[in-house]
Structure formats: structure tokens, C-alpha cells
């Protein structure tokens, strides 16, 4: 484990939670290995309530389900990118350390964006939340490591969606520069490959007052887009499979839009909104 690691693991005691179950764990393969989950049940849901985890490249909607799926089941959809921002609103010894990592272009440092995560989980269970959907964390393998020893994960849901869509849906986001709503203009409709099922996402076209006012953000260029599921890629494939050998890891590919990947989703999660309702009363 690197010095970082070992820093947070005692801050991971510190936090409460006993560590050395997590470390067991991690040690230990499960004794049932498979490639692929089933279809998540109940059981996934351990008794503090649900913990779990969103990963997808930038421009899949991970955020979007994410947040949604945690509105319906009544538990909080913790974004990093939010804690970030919000850390680096005030002046701080971490807000520093953020600042000066960005100005380098350089990554976030593990020990900051964990910490910051651990006092929002410490908030969140004095407070009595019962779960969580964590999205844009961990983003690597030391990070997911040390997530272990602070808290269970009971599921890794892993958004898929075939590059070219995603190039496709980024390169068709607008804002509206008067009230900032976004929109896409991207009308997907593809063959599936490899006979997986044809592609379709309409476009989300602005309101006539909105249209004429349609702006551009500067990264959404063909080749920053690319070079950002580049380094998602190379990141994420370790965190993939750090998942994957736990047994963790649901894949699920998103063939639509959200009015028809929603349904799937649920569906696929073995949740449904008559079920959501009951979870939020007996979690
Ligand atoms: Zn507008």
C-alpha cells in the first residue's frame, strides 16, 4: 500500500468504521468468482443501507441516472465534481493543494479528494442518511482501495456506451447563454455492433426563445473529447477490473435515450418505482 494509503487507512479508523473486515477482504477473493454479475437483488443492499458506485466516461449520463436513481430510493448522489467545487468556494489548506494540481494540469491528489469524500460521509451518517450513490469516485485503484477500508460497496454499476455515440452526443451539446439550459442536437440513430441492439437517441432540441441562443462550450471539440475518453479509458479500465475481481461490477450498456434507458435501467437493477417506495420506508 503506498504512504498515501497507509495515511488514510488510519484516517479511515479515525472515521470510525473497522477497517480490518474491508483489508480481509480485499486480501481474500470472493469465493464465488464470476465475470459478470447477475442482475443485482435486494441483497445487495447491505444493512447501512445501499452503497454504491457510478462509473461511466464523460458524456455517457452518468450524473443524470445517477442522480435520478438516488432521488427515487431516497439516498444522496454524492458527485465529486460538486465536493470539489464546494471545497474550492473557501479558502482552505485543501482548496489550495486543489488550485495548485489544476494549475499544473496535473490529477487531483487521492489523499485530498478522499478526504474530502470521508467528511461528507462522516456528515452524512451523523446526520442518518442510509446510503449512497457515488459518482466520479474512485477514479483509480489506490482511490478505490482506500474507499474499501472506509466504507462497504455493494455495487458497481459500469455505463456503457460505444465511443462514437458519445463523440457524437458531445460534439451535439449546446447551452443556452441567456438561462444555461442544456440542450443536445445530436440525432443518434445507428445499427448496433457486434447484433447488439440499434442506437437511438433524439435530439433535445431548445424552446424557440432558447434557439436562437445557442452556445458552444470550448472543450467540446472533436479532439478534446477524444483525448478525454482517452484518459477515461486508461483509467477506468483498472477500476473496472478492481471491481470485476470483487464481483461487483455491473455493466450496462446504454442503447437510448433516457426515456428509454430509464425503464432498462431499473429493470435491470431489479427495482422498479413500487419498489423504490417500499425501500425508502424500510431502509
Ligand atoms: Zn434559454
Redesign the pocket.
Known sequence: MTLVGRRLTAEAFRWGRAASGAVQRAMDPPSSWSLRVEAPSKRQVSKNGMHWVFLGCPGVGKGTYASRLASLLSIPHIAMGDLVRQELSQPSEASKKLIYAMSQGKLLPDQVVVSLLSTRLEKGALEGEKGFILDGFPRNTTQAEILEQVTEIDLVVNLKLREDVVISKCLGRRI?S??K?NFNVANIDVEGSDGGPRISMPPLL?PP??AT?MTIRADDTEEVVRERLRIYAEESKPVEDFYRLRGNLFDFEVAGGIPETWPRLLDALNLSEKDCTHQKVSV
Open positions: 443556452c441567456q438561462c439550459g431548445p426563445s432558447c441562443k
